[in-house]
């Protein structure tokens, strides 16, 4: 079965490092998204991505963040100045279109220390 | 704007009992409901799904759900659980107009022996 596939699963960094969290979304999917949860908290939605253009964003993805895919496979989600308070696990995700009926497959995460 | 609200954050359960896992919406739009699981160190993946038509609705490991619109609720139920269901369960909505899932808090459901 088709999956999405996230690298890399657990990196440590020091505030104020830049950090670039990568994903392979399922080939066929046209909508990319990045979710985080905090340790304990819920999971909340980041960014999503149609057409190589951001079409939906939350108040969380400041200036410090930013979403881009280079080239066909790859969705990856940039961190410019690390915070403490960006420790999480990152969700990537994909869908085939938006709405009912288009389901939204997640990866296994990336987990991300800052210290 | 939408909301999900997870009332329990654990659920333990004795293996063969039966398990209701609590979840509330609120929407002001039509809503797509979902149930997401997580076992330990995996990512997210979909349980059920209520987009339309029938309220009840049913995994192919033995969880449904029912959407009552009435009670703005989606609640998750099995009859019977196993050890191997202990996992964390996440309710979550959309609707249309945005491309976002808002999410619960999530529930641990542990399945003891």
């Known amino acids: 079965e088709p999956e999405v596939t996230q690298t890399p699963s657990h990196q440590v960094t020091q505030m104020g490092q830049e950090v670039i969290l990568r994903c392979v979304p399922i080939s066929n999917h046209l909508y990319f998204y990045w979710y985080r949860q905090i340790l304990g908290q819920k999971v909340e939605f980041l960014v999503s991505f149609y057409n190589n253009e951001i079409s939906e964003k939350s108040e969380i993805f400041d200036d410090q963040f930013s979403v881009e895919r280079p080239d066909g496979s790859n969705f990856t989600l940039k961190i410019r100045s690390t915070k403490l308070e960006d420790s999480a696990m990152y969700f990537c995700a994909s869908s085939a279109g938006t709405g009912s009926g288009n389901t939204i497959y997640f990866g296994e995460g990336s987990w991300l220390t800052v210290v | 704007a939408q909301s999900v609200t997870q009332l329990d954050s654990q659920v333990p359960v004795f293996e063969e009992a039966p398990v209701e896992l609590r979840c509330n919406y609120s929407?002001?739009?039509?809503?797509?409901l979902f149930w997401y699981v997580q076992y330990p160190n995996q990512g997210l993946q979909l349980l059920l799904k209520y987009l339309s038509g029938s309220t009840l609705v049913e995994s192919i490991n033995g969880f449904e759900a029912e959407f009552n619109k009435s009670q703005t609720s989606f609640h998750l139920r099995k009859p019977s659980v196993h050890i191997s269901d202990t996992a964390e369960y996440f309710c979550a909505v959309s609707g249309s107009g945005t491309y976002k899932y808002i999410f619960g808090t999530g529930t641990r459901l542990k399945v003891l022996a």
């Open positions: 929407s002001s739009v039509s809503v797509y």
